[in-house]
């Protein structure tokens, strides 16, 4: 299996411009979470989908952020509009849901920069 | 609610040293626990997971971790350290009522010296 796949890995962009970030989960798994990673922060839980279904997005930050999974395969986040503070790295994760604890299987993340 | 701590942001052994990475879990019901570890520029990747079987887990490269019900406490070591350990170390706890949803801790770098 390839993994979780994330597109682009790197993206710089200036502020106020929109940003898609893209993520191709593992075949099969029914979970998909996106995270985001700074500094600051450290690693944190935006939304996650079940089915492609959003079931918790309380960990996005503002109304800035949105975020979509409109099959099985494919999962996008969207910034509109970029700010600076929105600089770091994103990491898109899935998971096969099982009775017990789901191992969530990590992509290679999207380093986003926003001048 | 769940919640992890890390003490130690960076801890630096040498080569063929003892590795003691420390977690401490905060869960209302019995955890589910975990052990990512993020090499440079890469995601994360799972070393180990408490799933209330062992109390002392094996993972890989070496790596172990006991899980400790009166102390709430999921320490990471490894007997010896080698180069290839130089990396950000991420304790994570899921609960059995979301299990789905992972809380992680602040991270810890690893250096190795030689």
């Known amino acids: 299996d390839a993994g979780v796949i994330q597109s682009p890995r790197h993206e710089v962009t200036e502020m106020g411009q929109e940003v898609t970030l893209r993520c191709k989960p593992i075949?099969?798994?029914?979970?998909l979470f996106w995270y985001r990673q700074t500094m600051m922060r450290g690693l944190e839980l935006l939304i996650y989908?079940?089915?492609?279904?959003?079931?918790?997005d309380s960990g996005m930050p503002e109304d800035r952020f949105s975020a979509k999974m409109p099959n099985a395969s494919f999962s996008t986040l969207k910034i509109q509009p970029s700010e600076p503070r929105d600089s770091a790295v994103y990491f898109c994760?899935?998971?096969?849901?099982?009775?017990?604890?789901?191992?969530?299987?990590f992509g290679p993340g999207t380093r986003l920069t926003v001048l | 609610a769940q919640s992890v701590t890390q003490l130690g942001s960076h801890v630096s052994v040498s080569e063929g040293a003892l590795v003691l990475l420390r977690c401490n879990y905060s869960?209302?019901?019995?955890?589910?626990l975990f052990w990512y570890v993020q090499y440079p520029n890469q995601g994360l990747q799972l070393l180990l997971k408490?799933?209330?079987?062992?109390?002392l887990v094996k993972g890989i490269n070496g790596f172990e971790a006991e899980f400790k019900k009166s102390e709430t406490s999921f320490h990471l070591t490894k007997p010896s350290a080698h180069m290839s350990d130089a990396a950000e170390y991420f304790c994570?706890?899921?609960?059995?009522?979301?299990?789905?949803?992972?809380?992680f801790g602040s991270g810890t770098k690893l250096n190795v010296k030689p």
């Open positions: 994760a899935s998971s096969l849901h099982s009775n017990s604890y789901n191992e969530q299987f």
């Open positions: 075949s099969g798994h029914d979970y």
């Open positions: 989908f079940n089915n492609n279904v959003p079931i918790d």
């Open positions: 869960s209302s019901v019995p955890p589910y």
């Open positions: 408490y799933t209330s079987a062992a109390t």
């Open positions: 994570a706890v899921s609960g059995k009522d979301n299990f789905n949803k992972f809380y």
